[in-house]
């Protein structure tokens, strides 16, 4: 079984600050990791992936995630917000290795970016 | 246009009445998937499939079916819906590789919902 943990549910940071979205991830396999982005009133969109090779991640509008196998993290982070990245994000993990593609989310971290 | 088409987007309904939520994508992608939406609980995943007539559960399967039979849909049904299932639906289709393996470019493209209310 697999499970994922946003600690926490509610970032405000102000605009052009540092940002970083926690995840945490349990598995008793391999994993791939996977951050999504909501926008208000919108679907949903692939932020970026972790499959293999290296640990550090960037995705698309300036975020980059870093894989930590011995924490078991997959945080995401933005060196500079901007009011645009107002969302809700959310962790994923799915088995690593051919054969299974169930992914589990976690349950979001709505991102307020102040003025 | 790459698209992933849900219908319909608003769906109110009573205890027990049959119906399909279509989701149709148009990119030949052999993955396709089910997630519902609920407040404080995030994305849960319902079924998903990797190519026709390959289907498997996700976490929360129960009250759910799906069937793939043809490569671009891949119908959500709910046989007898209760108020429990009021929820707010996305269907997603993508490369197998985007989800393992493949090109770093691969990615999901998600419908964009359907509302779903169960009196």
């Known amino acids: 079984a697999q499970s994922v943990t946003q600690l926490d549910s509610q970032v405000p940071v102000f605009e052009e600050a540092p940002v970083e979205l926690r995840c945490n991830y349990s598995?008793?396999?391999?994993?791939?990791l996977f951050w999504y982005v909501q926008y208000p009133n919108q679907g949903l969109q692939l932020l970026l992936k972790?499959?293999?090779?290296?640990?550090l991640v960037k995705g698309i509008n300036g975020f980059e995630a870093e894989f930590n196998k011995s924490q078991t993290s997959f945080h995401l982070r933005k060196p500079s917000v901007h009011i645009s990245d107002t969302a809700e994000y959310f962790c994923?993990?799915?088995?690593?290795?051919?054969?299974?593609?169930?992914?589990?989310f976690g349950k979001g971290t709505k991102l307020s970016v102040i003025p | 246009e790459a698209q992933v088409t849900q219908n319909p987007r608003y769906l109110i309904t009573v205890t027990g009445k049959k119906l399909t939520v279509t989701c149709s994508q148009n990119?030949?992608?052999?993955?396709m998937s089910w997630y519902r939406q609920d407040p404080g609980l995030g994305l849960r995943q319902i079924y998903y499939?990797?190519?026709?007539?390959?289907?498997d559960k996700g976490d929360v399967p129960e009250g759910y079916k799906v069937s793939r039979k043809e490569k671009r849909n891949f119908p959500l049904i709910l046989e007898s819906p209760s108020p429990n299932q009021t929820s707010l639906y996305f269907c997603?289709?993508?490369?197998?590789?985007?989800?393992?393996?493949?090109?770093?470019?691969?990615?999901?493209?998600f419908g964009p919902g359907t509302r779903l209310t169960v009196l």
């Open positions: 997603a289709s993508s490369p197998l590789g985007a989800l393992a393996g493949g090109r770093s470019t691969d990615t999901q493209y």
């Open positions: 598995s008793s396999v391999s994993v791939y």
């Open positions: 972790y499959l293999s090779g290296s640990t």
């Open positions: 994923a993990v799915a088995p690593g290795g051919a054969g299974s593609y169930q992914l589990t």
């Open positions: 990119m030949n992608h052999e993955y």
């Open positions: 499939s990797m190519n026709v007539e390959v289907t």
